[in-house]
């Protein structure tokens, strides 16, 4: 298999030496890929529009030897209003480090990038707060990951906390805590109001297309970006840079 074409976007690259650089994809039919951009960083370099953070598109690959090297590439959305903007790049900035952090290597998942996407698209073009798309999509990353927060009964003893009006979130708990509970995880236990509990529970029920429905009040984004990231890092067991940008 000398040659195929893929289609995604870039999430991730790396220059190396003069004119060089590694890319990471993340396609549609081939999952998270490293990809060799050989030349790429020269000014008349046809593959230099294609080599930059968040271009979607069609890409030619050579395959040999278990490497990738791009061959050709035809750009269909490069996402240009991310890099105009600081709260739209880290942002979408974010984003992508949920997937290169959260999804294995070589493991499509069409289901995340349509996700990925739409949330990108929405960022760029509308006038919704970054960090509510970004909020709205990580949630729903992890979700698509496999690690759904606990959000209707508490994480710890099971107590149903949709009528409750107290209640905390704890990433090392895996989700929402009733009081009692809370008391056990004081090393991380926020509190978190019944609004901001409800508005993660609505967010997960949303279509990949219907995540620029997502405009949070400023207590409930508050509350929500600490808490959603602290659960990333905890259950990905990584640290996010670009979320100390939002």
């Known amino acids: 298999m000398p040659s195929l074409t893929v289609n995604g976007i870039v999430t991730r690259y790396a220059n190396y030496r003069d004119n060089d650089r590694i890319l990471t994809l993340f396609t549609r039919e081939r999952g998270l ?26 890409f030619v690959l050579f395959y040999n030897r278990e490497r990738y090297s791009l061959e050709s590439a035809e750009v269909r959305e490069p996402y240009y209003p991310l890099r105009e903007d ?3 790049f880290s942002a979408g900035a974010y984003m992508l480090s949920l997937i290169n952090e959260g999804l294995a290597a070589e493991q499509p998942n069409e ?8 949330a990108l698209t929405f960022t760029a073009y509308s006038d919704i707060d970054p960090v509510d798309t970004a909020v709205a999509f990580a949630v729903k990353c992890l979700d698509t990951l496999g690690y ?11 107590f ?24 056990g995880f004081r090393q991380d236990a926020a509190e978190m109001s ?3 509990l409800e508005a993660l529970r609505r967010i997960l029920l949303l279509a990949p297309n ?17 808490a959603v990231n602290d659960y990333a890092e905890h259950v990905l067991e990584r640290k996010f840079k670009a979320f100390s940008c939002l």
Do not use: Q, W
Request: hydrophobic share 40%; with cysteine; net charge positive.
């Open 111 to 118: 289901k995340l990038l349509s996700l990925l996407l739409y």
């Open 148 to 158: 759904r927060p606990a959000l209707v009964r508490c994480a710890s003893c099971g």
């Open 210 to 226: 219907e995540i620029g429905k997502v405009r949070l009040p400023e207590r409930v984004r508050t509350e929500l970006k600490h």
């Open 33 to 58: 890929i490293t990809v060799g951009a050989r030349g790429c960083r020269r000014p008349k370099s046809p593959i230099l529009p294609a080599s930059e953070l968040f271009v979607s598109g069609e």
């Open 194 to 196: 019944a609004l901001s």
């Open 86 to 88: 600081i709260a739209k």
């Open 160 to 183: 149903d906390l949709r009528a409750e009006k107290t209640l905390h979130f704890s990433a090392s708990a895996g989700g929402a805590l009733c009081t009692a509970c809370s008391r």
